[in-house]
Nanobody, 116 residues
């Protein structure tokens, strides 16, 4: 069992930045993968970025966020971050953290709203 807790969402103007945090209740060294997904109203949940913690830290980004978002890890804090820069209104969504440790575990989600 893994507890997943996200934080860092909020309201930001277009062009602004936010940093999301995802903390796991287990050591990152024992986890296969952590990643961020998002779901806008009426849309399916989609991958934003993930990091394979067992395969040299391979990182994947959705094309829509490449060059603007950065996923990173802090093993000492069992935490993965999503730095989001140059935010656009279309980035508005609930952002969820996914942890793969045998099964998939999800956080409760954090709202990100980009609006002037």
């Amino acid at each position: 069992q893994v507890q997943v807790v996200e934080s860092g969402g909020g309201l930001v103007q277009p062009g602004g930045s936010l940093r999301l945090s995802c903390s796991a209740s287990r050591s990152i060294s024992s986890i296969y993968l952590m990643g961020w997904y998002r779901q806008a109203p009426g849309e399916q949940r989609e991958l934003v970025a993930d990091i394979d913690l067992t395969n040299g830290g391979t990182i994947n980004y959705a094309d829509s966020v490449k060059g603007r978002f950065t996923i990173s890890r802090d093993d000492a804090k069992n935490t993965v971050y999503l730095q989001m820069n140059s935010l656009k209104p279309e980035d508005t969504a609930v952002y969820y953290c996914r942890v793969r440790y045998g099964f998939d575990y999800w956080g409760q989600g954090t709202q990100v709203t980009v609006s002037s």
